[in-house]
Structures are given as structure tokens and as C-alpha cells.
């Protein structure tokens, strides 16, 4: 027969403790069925597979199993219930059923009943008695009991006696439910008539049906001996410490027999030796002392009950017993058992979540056996009694992985015993990442160097960031964030990989276009939702000397020449004219400094290293030379070192035709071999050209005056009148560095006959005529308008001394050089 109870009780904490009892037989076959305990606990089958339902018994009986798949509880082991409990009744079995996500427990009870599978049995197949023929009617023999393992109405119930001629059974309840029996004589013994007697005792228990067992008793008449031992009390009360040294006297029993000599002798022996109480306790045979012979414990067992027996030497004998009471100590330590645990738990866990179940156990009595549990305190857990000896592990604070990845939790077990016994238990638990940090570089914005004209790809920088989380939630990748770069996307200038974070150029950069650009670069990790930041890179593009020196004057083209005049009268020290480079790049780059390459005689000029100055450097004599080619060279200060040359065409003279005497020299030099008559064609034609461009021009220039003033007179700085091809914009002179403008101003006088003309030089001024600043630019047409009456050279003819040849007539043109 199998029923059920069942009873719950929810606690705090998510935990649901229920309490289910099924009353089941013994000797069931295994795989019989216990109960429906998914039906018992309100349970769905699905709840039993995804929480992991289980049975934790605590021990080693291990009789029932869980068969998750139907819900059902059924044998998985014979139940012996003699074996399993003894005499104790109930007998039970207690287990949990423990259940995960949410974490849950039930406590299951089973009940195993008693079927009668066991009949009485005797200590011995036979018994012998020897009784004295002088006993007397009503005379007591106490018989060995019968031992039936069977509890309830199967255990041993009567004893029956055969033949009963002389005897009869008297049976005596003792408090601890059992029956002494005794055999009492009814009639008297003649040893002359029958000196032995055979009798049969059976013993029989109450099942159904019965069982018995027999006993053959064989009874020895003994001569005269009328006196029986007396015990001097009917039951001895004592009691002995749990684990008691072996040989510690318990007590000491006593009886008296009114017979003299041999019949007054009387020995002691344990009778109920089949309960095993000679494997704890021996009696002296002659003086009654009971001592320890084994290890007593008092959670084995708490009483010993102890049949004793006094016979004298003529056969009479008495009984008592004596009850041994255990004092328990505290001896055993608390015992904990890890029911269920998780392996790790979310950072973001709120307070309160359950990590672990516990159950411990201490088998001492009373304050012995009564249990604290604590842990360390420097951990953000607490635990929690959920009921009588179960405990659950739940978080008390906030975690952080990043602080403390893992914990080591000790679970200390203590008693109350004096002194008392305590047990710890340490437990691991790690703690799992939650995306709750972005990654974070290491500075605020960065700055990175490269220099110009460089390899298309070339990585110039690293980035690096940070993410105090774990394994997914801290992979970084870097974006590189779209902005504008002179109008360009960055990514045509920048790429940022995103893997590793460096950052490369993607094309070649040029100094004199960007010298500085910043992008912003975004840091994401790999979490769910991702976290960001971001940082500003500045890139700082560096010189590097890439441009040679451009020369702006004097400045050259192939069919033009032009002479700076030195009078023979000049001093050491005098300026004859200025060289005038830059160069586009920057620093130490464009620093530029002149030398003196090549010159007929080096001992008249000189050229000022920093501001390019052609001076003279002695005084001029009649010896030297009309034509001086000088060849100046512009070198920076870049590494390596760029430079330009340029020729300078000096006439020492006082005179114009002695100039003109040197003239047709200066064309050699330049390879021009044509005849005279080729340069009076030449100039004939070019005149003629000149006088029709400025009919055309003055009537443009009337016409368009007050247009041309704005296109053409407007100016930050004084430049001479070149072509703006030789001059770039925007250089300026800073300190003496050889671009401060310096004016000169000639005469010239010609006529048809060249050879013959005479040219006028006029010394060079210092001071320009120009009144303000202005810009010649280039017109449209050809030609350019020259300010405040000043005649200016043709801007194709720009080296080129003008020659303004009329008939028979010499014509007076000032010309004007700015550097």
C-alpha cells in the first residue's frame, strides 16, 4: 500500500521548501513506483528537465531514483527494512528533490513498512537446564528470548511450551515493548522418575501468515538445591560518557543464595547476547563488575539495555537487567554538504540572488548538535537560514568584475558545544562580465609627425585604447569619425585600421598645400549594447626641402640683356645691385644664403652672404675691365642642400659710348653673332611696333582709365615692374634677408647709329620715385600703362634696355628698376 502527504512552506529568497511523505512496503522490486511526485508538487515535466531536478540524499542510501521524464519517484534499490532501520520504527527514508533556475528544494519523505519476511529465531538450536529435583512448584527458569527483526504485528508475538506436563511459559512485559520468558515449574521433579526432560519451545510472530521458530530445551534433573541466587535489584540504572576508554567500569551487580558450599556459589553472564551488547559490554564472572569492551556512540545508540543472569552451582539461577544510559559530548564536528551552486554570477546580479544551497548537519545532541553558519566578511555575500539545517548563499552588495574577478568564500559550520567543534568550506566563484565600461584612451587628443612628400600607406601612428571589462565587451575597434579636410573627405587623406589602431596616410602630402589637419577617432568595444569614445588626433605635416630657390631679380630670358653700371669713380663698398631669391619652403629650408660662383675678378666684387648685395670690394681702377659677368649662386639651408644661379651683367664706365663700345661684346657672350644691320633692322621694326602699340594703348588707357587704376595701382608692396611669372605672390622682406626692393634709375640716349650714340648713366638713387606701393599686372592686351609719367619697359622685353630710335633725333627715356 502506498500514500502520500504532502505540505509546503515558501521561504525567502525564491527558495519553496515543500514536504511530500509516501508510506511504501518493503522488498518492493526495483522499478516499482513510489509516487508521481510531479504531480504531488505541482510540477510540469518541462520544469523537471530545465531546472535539472535531482535527489540529494546526504548519504549513502541511495534506494530511490527520479525518473524526470515521466515525473515518477521509483525503486532503484530492495529495501530491506531490518537492514535499513533495525528495530526503529518508522523507518524512512529522507532525501530532497532539488530543483535549478530558480533555485528550489522539497523535502520527500518515504515510509517503509514492515512486511513479515523474517520468523523468530533462537540464539541456539538447543538449550540445556539443569533443575534441581528439590525445586519448587512455581520455580522460574528464565528461557533465552527469541529474536524476530520484524516490527509491529510481524514481530515475535507468543511462545507456546510442549509437553506441559511440568512446565509452563510465563511471559513478563519489560518497558521497551519486549517479553522475557520464563519457564515455570508446576509440577515437582523427581530425579528417580525422570532424571531428563525434553521440551519444545516455539516462538511465533503475528503476521500473516504466521512464522515461528523452535527451540529443543533440554532438561537435566539435578539433587537437591533449593535455594535460587537473588538479585539484590530487580533493574540497575547507570550511566557512561560517549566514547569511554574500554575497561571503564560501568556498574557492579550482586546475588545472594541462602545455600551453603558449592550450591551458594554463584557466577554472572550476560544472557541477550544476540542484541550485540557483548560487543560493548563483558561482566565478571565471579565478582558481577561491568566494564566497556567496545567503543560506545552516543549517536549510535543512547541506551544499552543489559540482560544479566546469577547461577549458583546447583543450577538456580535469577535474572535482572541493567540500562545504560549514553551521555553525549561533543565529538562530532558539523558536517557541510554543498547542495547546489552556480559556477559564476553576473556583475549586474541584483542584491539578494541566490548562489548557493547548504546543508549541514551535526549529529550531537542538544547544544552539541545545534549550528551556526557565517563567512568571511570581506566578501559582498551574506547567508541565510531557510529552515532547520538548510542555508542559502545570496549576494548582500553590488558586484564589480573589474574590482574583484572572483571570490573565495568560506562557509564556516560552528557548534555549541563546550568546547565546541566548527568545519569551514571554501567555494569559488567567478564573476562574468557585464559592457559597462567604455574603452578609454590614454590622453585626450594626440599628436602625430610626418613629414612631406611621403610614401602613400606609411603608418605614422598608433592608438591605442583601454577596456577594463572582459573577453568580448573589451574588443576595440577604431573608426575613423568623416570630416572635411579642405573640402576633401578624411579618408582620402587618412585611413585608421581597425583592428590595431594605426593610423595610416593615404596619399602624399605636400607642406606648402596642409601643413596641420586633426581627425577624431572612435574607440568601440565589442559589447552589447557597444560603449565609445572618442579622441581628436592632430597631424602635423613637416618641411622638407622639396624647392630650390626661385631668383626674382635681376631676372634673364633668352634675347634680352641687361648691364647694372658701376662708374670707375666708385668707391669699395659700392652697391651695384641686389640678388633676389626665395623659396617656398619653410624653417631652416628656406634660410638662403649668396656666394660669389664665378667673376672675371674676384677682387672686385663681393656678395653679401645673407642679403645678397653685389658690392665692390676694392676701388674701381682704369685697369679693370668694361664687361664683368657675374655668376651668383642661392643656396638654402636644407639637408640636403638645394640651390640656383644667376648670371649679373656688370659695365664699369664713366661714359655711354664706352659702353656702347663693349656692347656688341656682351652679345658674343650670349652667342649673338648677327651684323650691325640686323640690330638696325631689328630696332627700326621694333620702334615702329611701339609707336602703333601706344597709339593703340593711349586710346585704351583714356577709355578705361579708371578700371585700370583699380586692376593695376594696387599693392602691399613695392615690386619692380616684371612679368608676374618671375614673381611669386606674397614674399616680403623680413630683416635684411636680400628681398628689400632697391631702385635705380638710368638715362639712356640712342639714335639710328648705335655705334655712334652716346648713353647717359645716372647715378642710382636711393629712394624710390614710386609715391605708394603699386601693382603692375600684365594687360590683357599686351601692353601696361606706366604711372606718373614714367616710361616702362615692354613686360615681353623685360631684361631688355628700351632703345627709342627716331630720325635724326635722340630720344631721353628714364628707366626705372625696383628690387
Given amino acids: 500500500m502506498i500514500w502520500q502527504v504532502q505540505f509546503c512552506l515558501f521561504v525567502l529568497f525564491t527558495a519553496a521548501v515543500c514536504e511530500v511523505r509516501y508510506s511504501i512496503p518493503e522488498e518492493m522490486t526495483k522499478g516499482s513506483l513510489v509516487g508521481n511526485i510531479a504531480q504531488d508538487l505541482g510540477l510540469d515535466l518541462k520544469r523537471l528537465k530545465t531546472g535539472k531536478a535531482r535527489i540529494y540524499t546526504g548519504d549513502s542510501n541511495d534506494f530511490i531514483e527520479l525518473n524526470k521524464e515521466k515525473g515518477i519517484l521509483v525503486i532503484k534499490e530492495r529495501i530491506d527494512r531490518e537492514r535499513l532501520c533495525g528495530k526503529t520504527s518508522p523507518c524512512s527514508l529522507q532525501f530532497q528533490i532539488i530543483l535549478e533556475n530558480p533555485m528550489e528544494f522539497y523535502r520527500i519523505t518515504v515510509e517503509i513498512t514492515d512486511v513479515n519476511d523474517n520468523a523468530p529465531a533462537f540464539p541456539k538450536n538447543e538449550v540445556r537446564l539443569e533443575i534441581s529435583e528439590s525445586a519448587l512448584t512455581g520455580a522460574r527458569f528464565v528461557l533465552e528470548r527469541a529474536m524476530d527483526p520484524d516490527v509491529g504485528v510481524n514481530s515475535l508475538q507468543s511462545y507456546s511450551l510442549k509437553p506441559t506436563d511440568h512446565f509452563h511459559l510465563k511471559l513478563q512485559n519489560q518497558p521497551d515493548g519486549s517479553k522475557n520468558v520464563e519457564m515455570v515449574l508446576q509440577k515437582a521433579l523427581d530425579r528417580e522418575k525422570q532424571d531428563e526432560l525434553s521440551l519444545l519451545l516455539t516462538a511465533m510472530d503475528g503476521g500473516d501468515p504466521h512464522m515461528s521458530g523452535t527451540v529443543q530445551i533440554h532438561v537435566t534433573v539435578l539433587d537437591v538445591n533449593d535455594n535460587a541466587p537473588v538479585f539484590s535489584q530487580a533493574v540497575y540504572k547507570t550511566t557512561v560518557i560517549e566514547n569511554a576508554l574500554k575497561g571503564t567500569l560501568v556498574t557492579t551487580v550482586s546475588a545472594s543464595d541462602a545455600d551453603k558450599g558449592s550450591n551458594g556459589l554463584v557466577t554472572y553472564s550476560i544472557s541477550n547476547i544476540v542484541d550485540g551488547v557483548t560487543d560493548f559490554f563483558e561482566i565478571d564472572r565471579n565478582t558481577g563488575e561491568v566494564v566497556i569492551t567496545g567503543e560506545i556512540d552516543y549517536e549510535k545508540a543512547k541506551v544499552y539495555q543489559i540482560d544479566i543472569q546469577a547461577k549458583d552451582h546447583g543450577g538456580l539461577s535469577d535474572s535482572s537487567k541493567i540500562i545504560v544510559s549514553v551521555i553525549d559530548v561533543n565529538d562530532n564536528s558539523p558536517v557541510i554538504n554543498l547542495m547546489s551552486m552556480s559556477g559564476s554570477v553576473q556583475e549586474d546580479a541584483p542584491p539578494g540572488t541566490v548562489i548557493a544551497m547548504i546543508n549541514v548537519q551535526d549529529p550531537d545532541s542538544e547544544n552539541n548538535g545545534h549550528v551556526t553558519c557565517s563567512i568571511n566578511e570581506d566578501v559582498p555575500f551574506k547567508i541565510t537560514s531557510s529552515s532547520n539545517g538548510f542555508y542559502s548563499l545570496v549576494t548582500e552588495n553590488t558586484l564589480d568584475r573589474e574590482k574583484d574577478p572572483e571570490y573565495n568564500i568560506t562557509i564556516v559550520a560552528k557548534d555549541d558545544g563546550v568546547p565546541f567543534h566548527s568545519s569551514n568550506l571554501t567555494i569559488t566563484l567567478k564573476i562574468s562580465d557585464v559592457n559597462d565600461n567604455a574603452p578609454v584612451f590614454e590622453k585626450s587628443s594626440f599628436m602625430a609627425y610626418i613629414t612631406e612628400n611621403n610614401t602613400p600607406g606609411i603608418s605614422i601612428f598608433t592608438l591605442k585604447a583601454r577596456d577594463a571589462d572582459w573577453n568580448q565587451n573589451a574588443k576595440i575597434s577604431y573608426v575613423l569619425e568623416e570630416t572635411k579636410i579642405n573640402g576633401a573627405p578624411v579618408s582620402s587623406y587618412i585611413s585608421v585600421s581597425a583592428d590595431s589602431g594605426v593610423v595610416h596616410v593615404v596619399r602624399s602630402l605636400d607642406y606648402e598645400q596642409i601643413k596641420t589637419f586633426d581627425i577624431n577617432v572612435r574607440a568601440q568595444d565589442g559589447g552589447s549594447p557597444p560603449l565609445s569614445s572618442n579622441v581628436t588626433v592632430q597631424i602635423v605635416v613637416q618641411d622638407q ?10 631676372v634673364h630670358t633668352d634675347g634680352s640683356l641687361v648691364a647694372e653700371m658701376v662708374p670707375r669713380s666708385a668707391d669699395s663698398g659700392y652697391l651695384v645691385t641686389k640678388v633676389v631669391a626665395v623659396d617656398a619652403d619653410s624653417g631652416q629650408n628656406a634660410w638662403l644664403s649668396y656666394k660669389l660662383l664665378k667673376a672675371p675678378d674676384r677682387a672686385l666684387f663681393e656678395v653679401g652672404l645673407q642679403n645678397g648685395e653685389i658690392r665692390t670690394s676694392r676701388q674701381v681702377t682704369d685697369k679693370d675691365a668694361v664687361k664683368q659677368r657675374l655668376v651668383v649662386v642661392v643656396e638654402d639651408n636644407g639637408q640636403p642642400s638645394r640651390s640656383a644661379t644667376v648670371n649679373v651683367n656688370v659695365a664699369v664706365a664713366d661714359s655711354f659710348p664706352e659702353v656702347l663700345s663693349e656692347f656688341s661684346d656682351f652679345s658674343q657672350d650670349k652667342d649673338y653673332n648677327d651684323n650691325l644691320t640686323f640690330y638696325l633692322v631689328l630696332s627700326l621694326a621694333v620702334v615702329s611696333f611701339l609707336f602703333i602699340a601706344s597709339i593703340i594703348l593711349i586710346l585704351a588707357v583714356t577709355f578705361y582709365r579708371w578700371r585700370q587704376r583699380r586692376l593695376f595701382y594696387r599693392s602691399s608692396v613695392n615690386l619692380p615692374v616684371i612679368p608676374s611669372a618671375f614673381y611669386p605672390p606674397r614674399y616680403a622682406d623680413a630683416g635684411a634677408t636680400g628681398t628689400l626692393q632697391h631702385v635705380y634709375n638710368y638715362e639712356v640716349c640712342m639714335t639710328t647709329d648705335s655705334r655712334k650714340s652716346d648713353y647717359k648713366y645716372i647715378r642710382p638713387c636711393s629712394q624710390s620715385h614710386w609715391p605708394e606701393p ?30 627709342l630710335v627716331q630720325p635724326e633725333r635722340c630720344s631721353t627715356c628714364t628707366i626705372t628698376r625696383c628690387v
Fill in 774 to 803: 603699386e601693382i603692375l599686372n600684365p594687360d590683357p592686351a599686351g601692353t601696361q600703362t606706366i604711372p606718373h609719367a614714367q616710361k616702362e619697359k615692354d613686360p615681353d622685353e623685360d631684361t631688355q634696355v628700351q632703345m
Fill in 545 to 554: 626641402n622639396d624647392n630650390s630657390p626661385q631668383v626674382l631679380y635681376p
